[in-house]
């Protein structure tokens, strides 16, 4: 019965059904417990699955379409909320923090590599996914500066840790410091790694934060396109493969994010489609964060030897300082 199953649906279904069930399962927890939420009992749930059952492999397409490309359609749902004009005021008085906290964040990273005796490679993964947008990021610089597969899972591992602490500490740190719903925002959107993390971190210490959120996130992305294009120069001494797709690595789906946000600016779309589209959305979101917590391998991570957590440690926290010393 499940090959037959298998010739007729995409290989995506099983996982992507069990992702919903989760989130399902978390949205009513979340409801039941408004204080922690449904977004950290999706990631603790998945967390827990992962880890204490052994889930099949052909699960995994499903939760690798829910990271990358839920995320994506979450994201450009949001847009549909959004005023273009608050989006570039959001963008514009973020913009410098951003480029310190990029540019500070990926120099340290790569100095406290060279005093661990980390390889420049790992030192750069890890700093370039910390600083601007974890996984993708990563990804798109991998072939750039010629890492292996083992250094591109260890900074990813890396990403993935340092997303969860954030995610579990940022809120209370941001209540602590009495920050408003915008300042949250902000400070989530150039501090936080992971695209999917920063948007549910915002989300989680209100609407108005994740909105905010989600917008320097989105411009944070961009960043990435200057560093592609410097990192061949960079390391000329180093082994690298020199072949830099940009049209590839392009995030296309901020234009589309941008696009739906027009239509809302000038009041094309209905109320009831933006209200549907938005709940969707934030639904999705927490299907994201389900799969980030499914991704989580807990014997990986006791792998990775203390000097790439302590890497990772020391970038996430120059990112979330220099953050905060512009926002406080």
């Known amino acids: 019965m499940q090959k037959q199953l298998k010739k007729f649906l995409p290989r995506e279904t099983i996982g992507i059904v069990f992702i919903l069930i989760i989130s399902m399962v978390s949205k009513v927890l979340g409801s039941w417990f408004p204080l922690a939420g449904s977004l950290l009992f999706a990631i603790i749930l998945g967390m827990i699955l992962r880890n204490a059952i052994n889930l099949p492999n052909s699960w995994d397409p499903g939760i690798q379409f829910t990271l990358k490309k839920l995320l994506k359609v979450a994201i450009v749902c949001l847009g549909v909320g959004l005023s273009l004009l608050e989006i570039m005021k959001i963008g514009q008085s973020a913009l410098w923090i951003i480029f310190i906290s990029v540019t500070a964040g990926i120099s340290v990273t790569y100095a406290v590599g060279r005093i661990l005796g980390i390889n420049t490679r790992l030192s750069l993964l890890i700093g370039i996914g910390t600083s601007i947008c974890g996984a993708t990021a990563i990804s798109a610089v991998k072939g750039i500066i010629g890492a292996k597969e083992n250094e591109t899972a260890y900074a990813l591992s890396t990403i993935v840790f340092f997303n969860i602490i954030a995610f579990i500490f940022y809120p209370i740190i941001g209540h ?100 549907t589209l938005n709940s969707l959305s934030k639904f999705m979101i927490i299907m994201v964060m389900a799969a980030v917590g499914l991704g989580v391998r807990i014997k990986d991570l006791s792998k990775l030897g203390f000097k790439p957590l302590l890497t990772g440690l020391i970038a996430s926290v120059t990112c979330a300082v220099i953050s905060l010393l512009f926002i406080l």
């Open 176 to 275: 602590l410091l009495g920050f408003s719903q915008h300042e949250f925002g902000i400070w989530a959107g150039t501090a936080v790694h992971d695209t999917s993390s920063a948007v549910a971190v915002g989300y989680s210490y209100g609407d108005i934060s994740g909105e905010v959120a989600t917008t320097v996130k989105l411009a944070r992305t961009l960043f990435l396109i200057p560093v592609m294009f410097l990192l061949p120069f960079m390391l000329r001494d180093e082994a690298s493969t020199g072949a830099v797709s940009f049209k590839k690595a392009f995030p296309w789906f901020i234009i589309l994010f941008l696009g739906v946000s027009i239509l809302h600016t000038i009041g094309v779309i209905p109320v009831f489609v933006e209200e």
